[in-house]
């Protein structure tokens, strides 16, 4: 589906193009008025994964396996994918000074999961295993931009509001009882972007650009118990955590009105 995804909207950005260039030049650097518009490109990001067994209401783990435990679910994965849809702004104009707003909704394929199994120090012949997992699956910004506009080109700045769904994974098990804990969780999350790009004028009503945006998402969390059916019993507390980041280069085409 995904890659449907990405060769409709490359395909798009490709046929706009072209109709744009069939059309005659207009003045190259009037920038102002409404406009909509298609991206695609690629995105990666780090997803900084945490969790902490709560000491006080454990009854479950030796000392030594919490800290066993908390340093292997302290981690960085880094995931990637497609970053593609609709954007849609305003420009006001005054001299070579271009300002406006921009909104957009893009599908973001961020996705990444790993696993690590460690035995425990403990317990000689028995593991732990956490699978731990970042993913997202779309975003819309808010931006103001501003830039610069010059023999058909137009260089600007933005930054502002990014939205997106965040999903993370958090699954403890072992073999020493059969011990289980799931703290994965989902959440929409409210972060900042910003970025840069650069903008050809096709003619009066069509443009390319290419862009990069930094966006952070902040951080979600969960609290979740651990319970060991297998017959040495006890229950603990697990924090667990992830932050998310990522950056998205694409490529996109306006049109203008």
Known sequence: MKRVFFATAAAS?????????????????????????????????????????????????????????????????????????????????????????????????????????????????????????????????????????DSGWLVYATGGLAVTDVHMTHVFTDTFDTAFENGSTSSTRAGWTLGAGLERKLNANWSLRGEYLYADFGSISSTATENAPGGAGGTSTFHDTQRLNTNIVRIGVNRRF
């Open 13 to 149: 950005v490709a046929l706009a193009a072209s109709a744009a260039m069939a059309q005659p030049a207009a003045p190259a650097d009037d920038w102002a008025g409404p406009y909509v518009g298609l991206n695609a490109g690629g995105a990666w990001g780090q997803a900084r994964m945490g969790n902490t067994i709560d000491p006080t209401t454990n009854t479950y783990f030796a000392g030594s396996s919490i800290t066993q435990i908390d340093a292997s679910g302290h981690r960085t994965l880094n995931p990637s994918g497609f970053d593609g849809g609709a954007q849609a702004g305003v420009n006001w104009q005054a001299g070579p000074w271009v300002y406006g707003f921009e909104a957009d909704i893009d599908a973001l394929s961020l996705n990444k999961s790993s696993a690590v199994t460690v035995g425990y120090t403990c317990c000689v012949g028995t593991t732990y295993t956490l699978n731990q997992g970042a993913k997202t699956d779309w975003m819309f910004t808010l931006r103001p931009r501003i830039g610069w506009a």
